[in-house]
Every structure is written in C-alpha cells, then in structure tokens.
C-alpha cells in the first residue's frame, strides 16, 4: 500500500478543507513546491494534488502552484480539480503530472473518461466523492443519485487505473478513514481503489491495511492531509509500517 501525501491547492495555498467546505479552509503552506519537497524529502512515493479552485470553476485554476510543485519535485504526481476534457488533460501530462484524477465529468460525461484512458493509458484515474454513499460533483457542491458503486462499474476494463474515493463526511475532520465503505467499494470493483478522508492517526493506515489484506478487491493505497500537517500521523512511521519496516 501507498501513502498519498495530499497537497490541497487553494489561491495558490497548500490548506485542508473540513468537510469539503471552502470557507473553512486552513493554510498550512503559502509555498506548495516546498511543500512538495518536504513530502519527497521524507521518502513519499506519490504526491496527490487537488486544485480546489479549478474544481469549483471547472477549469484549472492553481497552474502556477502545481508547476512549482512539479519543479521540485521527481517523483509521480497525480492532480485531480477542473479537469473536464482532452485537451486539459493533455495539457497537464506534458507539463508532467502523472496521472489525472477526473471527478465531476465522470460523472456527466463518462465517454470523456473513457476515451481519455485509451489516449493516455496507465495515466486515469477516476475520483468519487460521495456524501452518504451517493456521488457529489462541482466541488462536493452538489450531491447526485448515483451511488458510489454503481459509477464505479462505468468505468471497469476501460484502462482506469484506479479509483480515489474520498468520504466527504469524514474528509478533514480527523474522525478515522471510513474503512468498511472503501472496502465494500474495492470489493464491488476489479479496479484497485485509494481510500481518502478522515485519516487521523497510523492506527487507521493499519486498520486499513489490515482490511485490505483479505479484501476481494485491491486497495493500492491511503491519502492523508491534515493528519500529517498536524503531525498526529507520523509521515515516517507511516511509511515505515507500510513498507513492513514496523510490526502491526
């Protein structure tokens, strides 16, 4: 399993939202690429990045942080917030993202999901947000009825490569990863799901882990944010246990 370290871009500022609330946004850095660099500097992996405002607007809007961020950085990175068609998602792999993470158009438009996959294989993701189960799009402003599940089977054997599933109700509140429901999702899905929301401490990365190990499906790795600001997930143990370097 992966750590994700999250990066939350707001007005070109690293903050964390509670419960997907704009305006209960908390700053943590005004400078994202050291941000960054710290992150990489600790042994991270992966970096997850979400351009908040591009999320709202439809369109990218923290561009000047997230290539601060990729100039200082060299390992994968993968972006998610605005981005809503093929020529964005273009535009964003050759500047050096990764992976795209594509939320609201997967939802109303699935063919974009689709056809981005088969264009840049191995670089889609798909984000799904859900309040009590259902699908909330355009910045969590809006909740659908479709429920996580079933937009997740939209999306199987078309070359997704995973799927980020973020519980609004526990995101940025330090109230623990809902565990079952990503478990349930992974277990619904062949293709590998990233937990996100809520993580508070290591005992949630390993109650995590733990469920994964005899899940059906695949959980490829956890996100955390505010956890790790905060400092009541240790960023080196955590990466650590997951390498096997701790005992459970």
């Given at each position: ?67 601060n961020i990729l100039e200082n950085v060299n390992i994968p990175v993968q972006l998610g917030g605005g981005i809503r068609n093929l020529t964005t998602i273009a535009t964003w792999i050759e500047k050096g993202i990764s992976r795209v993470i594509l939320g609201t158009i997967a939802l109303r438009d699935p063919k974009v999901v689709i056809e981005a996959a088969k264009a ?129």
């Amino acid at each position: 399993m992966i750590l994700f370290p999250a990066i939350d871009l707001k007005d070109g500022n690293c903050v964390r939202l509670y419960k997907g609330e704009m305006n209960q946004a908390t700053v943590f850095n005004d400078n994202p690429g050291n941000q960054a660099q710290q992150f990489e500097n600790a042994g991270c992996e992966w970096l997850h990045l979400v351009d908040l405002n591009g999320a709202f607007e439809g369109r990218p809007v923290n561009g000047e942080a997230v290539d601060n961020i990729l100039e200082n950085v060299n390992i994968p990175v993968q972006l998610g917030g605005g981005i809503r068609n093929l020529t964005t998602i273009a535009t964003w792999i050759e500047k050096g993202i990764s992976r795209v993470i594509l939320g609201t158009i997967a939802l109303r438009d699935p063919k974009v999901v689709i056809e981005a996959a088969k264009a840049f294989p191995g670089q889609v993701a798909v984000g799904i947000d859900a309040r009590n189960g259902m699908v909330a799009v355009e910045g969590w402003a809006e909740t659908s009825d479709i429920s996580a599940v079933e937009l997740g089977k939209k999306f199987e054997d078309v070359g997704v490569t995973s799927i980020i599933y973020t519980d609004i109700d526990r995101d940025g509140t330090m109230e623990g990863l809902n565990v079952q429901s990503t478990i349930d999702l992974a277990n619904a899905l062949s293709i590998p799901v990233i937990a996100s929301g809520g993580v508070a401490s290591l005992d949630d990365i390993k109650k995590l882990k733990t469920a994964a190990d005899v899940a059906q499906g695949t959980i490829e790795g956890a996100i955390s944010g505010r956890a790790l600001y905060d400092g009541s997930l240790d960023i080196h143990e955590a990466l650590s246990y997951l390498k096997g370097a701790v005992n459970a």
